[in-house]
Nanobody
Framework: QVQLVESGGGLVQPGGSLRLSCAASGFTFWTKRMGWYRQAPGKEHELVAD???????NYAESVKGRFTISRDNTKNTVFLQMNSLKPEDAAVYYC?????????WGKGTPVTVSS
C-alpha cells in the first residue's frame, strides 16, 4: 500500500523558514509526479507545488519565489523548502502523487506561522 510520511513542520515566526520532508513507499516513486498540498482550517486541499519525476518544479502563484520543491529518487523522498513564511501559509502540509493523489493520504505535518 501507498505510505506517505510527512515531517518537518512546526511553529515559525513570519519571515522564517522550514524544510518539510515526505518519505514515500509502496509505489514506484521515481516514475511519479509528486505534489505538496496544504489544508488550512475549514478549507479543502490546495496544491502548493508539484515536481516531475525528473525534478522540474511548478508552484502556486502564492508561493512562487519563496518555496522550492525537490526530490531524491534514490531515497524516495520529496522536500519542500519554505522561506519568507507568511501567516497565510499556516496549514497542515501533505505530500501525494500529482495530479491524481492516492487515496491514502498521510497524516500531514502542521505549519504554524505566528509572532
Amino acid at each position: 500500500q501507498v505510505q506517505l510520511v510527512e515531517s518537518g513542520g512546526g511553529l515559525v515566526q513570519p519571515g522564517g523558514s522550514l524544510r518539510l520532508s515526505c518519505a514515500a513507499s509502496g509505489f514506484t516513486f521515481w516514475t511519479k509526479r509528486m505534489g505538496w498540498y496544504r489544508q488550512a482550517p475549514g478549507k479543502e486541499h490546495e496544491l502548493v507545488a508539484d515536481i516531475t519525476s525528473t525534478g522540474n518544479g511548478n508552484y502556486a502563484e502564492s508561493v512562487k519565489g519563496r518555496f522550492t520543491i525537490s526530490r531524491d529518487n534514490t531515497k524516495n523522498t520529496v522536500f519542500l523548502q519554505m522561506n519568507s513564511l507568511k501567516p497565510e501559509d499556516a496549514a497542515v502540509y501533505y505530500c501525494n502523487t500529482y495530479p491524481l493523489p492516492a487515496p491514502d493520504w498521510g497524516k500531514g505535518t502542521p505549519v504554524t506561522v505566528s509572532s
